[in-house]
């Protein structure tokens, strides 16, 4: 079954011990007002018996036409023919008692429960004419449009007609609704699925970041002390021993960062300090390490931001000072951290080798730059690259601040 003809048919079963009652209780009081009528032209036993056959092809022959539920389309000429028994037996019954035309009470429904409206108009009309046969028999007289009993009935087929398409005008309302509500669904799922893989993968990405400015960093400021340890040997062991203990505390230092980017934490330098005094440790530490003058600077009043947004302006500060040693050749570098009415911006600059073009902007390519750039337009912000021969390079970090 399809899952239209099954939307379908969970309609109509939800309703279907409705429709079963009516006819059931239409052919009980057609029996019962039989029993009182004594113008039958049939043995009570007999008009028994004959409406125990209709209740049974009711039940048996609805049974076996659904005995396919995944072929509704083509069992509806079963279901037909199981309709045409019903109103043969019906009629059959009519003729031995008239009180048996309450049944179509329930008979009406049920064309219109079991038959599309195509088999459901064409049943109608043949029920009509049986009855209008039946009553023009009764009454010795022939059919003509001018008799009053042939358009009461016609007119009654019409009604039930528009009743068949109103219902199933309805029916096909609440299947296309049901459609709606399970494409609608089926999209929020697929979309809850999307945003779970999307933070799975900015879950990654935020990872390689950290990864790269811890570990990255270390590492690089770990090589940097063994080859000046390298060349101090064998001559100058005070300078030997300095590097050596500043590559093992930057291993140290890497090692427990690595532990806080598994724990997800915050980096070391942020925890019990402000955004200002972690730049300036950072700072200090790097100048040290480099030998180049950085003069780090705060204007504005230091207001607080959002943890990750703080992480983001440090890790921002760290790899603009790394690139810094690694390329700029610079002898001097201006560390700005600037709080505005509604944005913090963080300026480094220095004098060194400018980029040769907007090709050569790091920005564009190296996984250092492109996170720092991620990191700040996750929080609605930018990062810009200013660089120009002779003058040096200014990376500036802009992000909103959130109230």
């Avoid at 690089?220 to 390298?230: C, F, G, W, Y």
């Avoid at 992480?311 to 500060?317: G, S």
């Avoid at 920005?363 to 021969?389: C, I, N």
């Amino acid at each position: 079954m399809n899952a239209k003809q099954e939307r379908q048919k969970d309609v109509w079963v939800k309703w279907d011990w409705l429709w079963k009652a009516i006819f059931y209780a239409a052919v009980i009081v057609s029996t019962w007002l039989m029993l009182l009528d004594d113008d039958r032209k049939a043995p009570v036993p007999v008009v028994l018996l004959l409406t125990g056959i209709l209740l049974l092809w009711h039940w048996g022959g609805l049974k076996l036409a659904y005995r396919k539920a995944d072929d509704l389309d083509n069992d509806a000429i079963l279901r037909f023919i199981v309709i045409m028994g019903l109103i043969v037996l019906w009629f059959a019954l009519v003729n031995l008692s008239p009180a048996y035309y309450f049944t179509l009470f329930g008979l009406f429904g049920l064309v219109f429960r079991h038959l599309p409206l195509r088999y459901g108009a064409i049943a109608v009309l043949i029920l009509t004419g049986s009855i209008i046969y039946e009553q023009l028999a009764d009454a010795g007289a022939t059919f003509s449009l001018a008799n009053p009993i042939v358009w009461a009935f016609l007119l009654s087929a019409l009604g039930a007609i528009i009743l068949g398409a109103w219902i199933t005008a309805i029916i096909r309302q609440s299947v296309q609704r049901r459609q709606l509500i399970e494409q609608l669904e089926a999209t929020q799922a697929e979309l809850a699925a999307t945003e779970r893989r999307a933070g799975i993968l900015e879950e990654r990405q935020r990872l390689a970041r950290d990864i790269h400015d811890t570990l990255a960093q270390g590492f690089t400021s770990i090589v940097m002390h063994l080859e000046a340890a390298d060349q101090a040997l064998p001559d100058d062991l005070d300078t030997l021993q300095k590097h050596l203990g500043r590559a093992r505390e930057t291993a140290r230092a890497s090692l427990e960062q690595a532990r806080r980017v598994v724990d997800a934490l915050r980096p070391q330098s942020l925890d019990q300090r402000s955004l200002p005094d972690a730049i300036e440790r950072t700072a200090a530490r790097w100048q040290e390490e480099t030998g180049i003058p950085l003069t780090t600077t705060t204007t504005g009043d230091p207001v607080p931001l959002h943890p990750d947004i703080e992480v983001t302006l440090l890790r921002a500060a760290q790899e603009a000072l790394a690139n810094i040693h690694k390329h700029a050749q610079a002898t001097a570098v201006q560390l700005t951290l600037s709080y505005m009415d509604d944005v913090v911006v963080l300026d480094v600059q220095d004098d060194g080798v400018a980029f040769a073009g907007a090709a050569a902007s790091p920005l564009s390519g190296g996984y250092g730059l492109q996170a720092m750039r991620e990191r700040a337009e996750h929080w609605g912000g930018s990062v810009t690259l200013e660089s120009e021969p002779g003058e040096g390079t200014t990376v500036v970090v802009s992000i909103p601040i959130y109230s």
